[in-house]
């Protein structure tokens, strides 16, 4: 039998457009508890979201706060305490069983793969969507790597919350709307509710979820290659975010195929390829490329502009016919691009168009880093 290639997916933009953890933060504002119902939710989840980028993007900042094992993503641990405050284990599965947002051609590019890859899924999303998702693509369980989060044993040990939410939204998140959502203006708040406070219940609650992003994504790339037996720099890593940085980085550096897929700035500058697609079928072509990628994306690039609206217009032999007859089928061209003979400002630009994929495909989202 032979061996399967490994490929290593972030979950959340590369396969599917939604972002859990966010979504469940705006429906906090639907809940009556804790008087969430006088918020806008979304805002605030927004708002813990940029704060999350601060703290990783500023050198040096997560030293001065003694916080160093603060990881990319970590949002989904500063949000768990009003999470398992105001819902159930039940109620998440429910929702994430509602809408797995997955991206068109997701499915058929999972069968596609199968044939020839085993298929990994790390992702900073929690157990109660990552595990749904998966399932319905017939990904292994053990074959997802996520953030594990158990609300109804947590819930056992939550105790009075209140006050310190009062203070989180009332004391900082009212004060961050009024300074029309200037974030600087309460840093010093936030840094010191979280990190230089003593324990609260919220603060112990919050520390019981370790969440699968930055460094943690890197440990299950590792973790992979050792129980595949496979070489990092043969593996194929896709993600999108700051929360996929230190894996993409890794990969990259191994000389292994590190793709930022419908990125940003955070995910871009640590790949070393690029695919801007509205179709999750477009990333086939690297797939299929084996040993001559770079010369495929010198020739696809060289070309892109002839063919780039109409996939008929894609030169015979360039892809095969049945990649050919699918992007024809479902009417786009992804974007594949080779990042390492690229200067500053073609990355910026290619940032851009990255960017404004990512914003199309996940709506609300895509504006999250």
Same mark, same amino acid.
């Given at each position: 039998?032979?061996?399967?290639?490994?490929?290593?997916?972030?979950?959340?933009?590369?396969?599917?457009?939604?972002?859990?953890?966010?979504?469940?933060?705006?429906?906090?504002?639907?809940?009556?508890?804790?008087?969430?119902?006088?918020?806008?939710?979304?805002?605030?989840?927004?708002? /813990?979201?940029?704060?999350?980028?601060? @703290?990783?993007?500023? #050198? +040096?900042? %997560? &030293?001065?706060?003694? =916080?160093?094992?603060?990881?990319?993503?970590?949002?989904?641990?500063?949000?768990?305490?009003?999470?398992?405050?105001?819902?159930?284990?039940?109620?998440? /599965?429910?929702?994430?069983?509602?809408? @797995?947002?997955?991206? #068109? +051609?997701? %499915? &058929?590019?999972?069968? =596609?793969?199968?044939?020839?890859?085993?298929?990994?899924?790390?992702?900073?999303?929690?157990?109660?969507?990552?595990?749904?998702?998966?399932?319905?693509?017939?990904?292994?369980?053990?074959?997802?790597?996520?953030?594990?989060?158990?609300?109804?044993?947590?819930?056992?040990?939550?105790?009075?919350?209140?006050?310190?939410?009062?203070?989180?939204?009332?004391?900082?998140?009212?004060?961050?709307?009024?300074?029309?959502?200037?974030?600087?203006?309460?840093?010093?708040?936030?840094?010191?509710?979280?990190?230089?406070?003593?324990?609260?219940?919220?603060?112990?609650?919050?520390?019981?979820?370790?969440?699968?992003?930055?460094?943690?994504?890197?440990?299950?790339?590792?973790?992979?290659?050792?129980?595949?037996?496979?070489?990092?720099?043969?593996?194929?890593?896709?993600?999108?975010?700051?929360?996929?940085?230190?894996?993409?980085?890794?990969?990259?550096?191994?000389?292994?195929?590190?793709?930022?897929?419908?990125?940003?700035?955070?995910?871009?500058?640590?790949?070393?390829?690029?695919?801007?697609?509205?179709?999750?079928?477009?990333?086939?072509?690297?797939?299929?490329?084996?040993?001559?990628?770079?010369?495929?994306?010198?020739?696809?690039?060289?070309?892109?502009?002839?063919?780039?609206?109409?996939?008929?217009?894609?030169?015979?032999?360039?892809?095969?016919?049945?990649?050919?007859?699918?992007?024809?089928?479902?009417?786009?061209?992804?974007?594949?691009?080779?990042?390492?003979?690229?200067?500053?400002?073609?990355?910026?630009?290619?940032?851009?168009?990255?960017?404004?994929?990512?914003?199309?495909?996940?709506?609300?989202?895509?504006?999250?880093?």
């Amino acid at each position: 039998m032979t061996k399967k290639k490994v490929c290593c997916w972030d979950l959340e933009g590369p396969i599917s457009v939604i972002d859990f953890a966010a979504d469940i933060g705006k429906l906090l504002s639907n809940k009556s508890i804790l008087n969430l119902e006088n918020y806008d939710m979304g805002e605030f989840f927004r708002m /813990l979201s940029n704060y999350d980028d601060y @703290l990783i993007d500023i #050198p +040096g900042v %997560k &030293e001065q706060l003694g =916080i160093p094992e603060y990881q990319p993503g970590d949002t989904l641990r500063i949000m768990a305490p009003l999470y398992t405050a105001c819902y159930t284990d039940e109620e998440l /599965l429910g929702l994430a069983k509602a809408n @797995l947002g997955l991206l #068109p +051609g997701c %499915k &058929e590019l999972m069968n =596609i793969l199968y044939a020839d890859w085993e298929i990994f899924v790390i992702s900073t999303s929690y157990t109660h969507f990552a595990h749904t998702v998966t399932s319905a693509l017939n990904i292994p369980k053990d074959h997802v790597y996520c953030t594990e989060f158990n609300i109804d044993k947590i819930k056992q040990g939550l105790h009075d919350i209140e006050t310190d939410v009062e203070q989180l939204l009332q004391g900082i998140f009212q004060v961050y709307i009024k300074k029309e959502k200037d974030l600087d203006s309460v840093i010093n708040d936030l840094n010191k509710f979280f990190w230089k406070e003593k324990e609260s219940d919220y603060i112990r609650v919050m520390n019981q979820v370790k969440v699968r992003g930055g460094r943690r994504k890197e440990l299950a790339v590792e973790e992979i290659s050792e129980r595949t037996s496979t070489s990092i720099s043969e593996m194929i890593a896709l993600g999108d975010s700051i929360t996929d940085i230190n894996m993409l980085q890794r990969v990259n550096n191994e000389g292994g195929i590190a793709i930022s897929f419908n990125g940003n700035r955070f995910s871009l500058k640590r790949a070393n390829y690029a695919v801007t697609t509205p179709n999750n079928l477009g990333v086939i072509p690297i797939f299929q490329s084996g040993n001559k990628l770079n010369d495929f994306l010198e020739e696809w690039e060289s070309k892109f502009d002839l063919f780039n609206k109409d996939p008929e217009s894609i030169p015979d032999g360039l892809i095969s016919k049945e990649l050919k007859d699918l992007f024809i089928k479902y009417e786009f061209v992804p974007e594949l691009i080779n990042l390492n003979n690229k200067s500053s400002e073609e990355i910026k630009s290619i940032i851009a168009r990255q960017e404004k994929m990512r914003k199309l495909v996940r709506g609300w989202a895509g504006n999250l880093g």
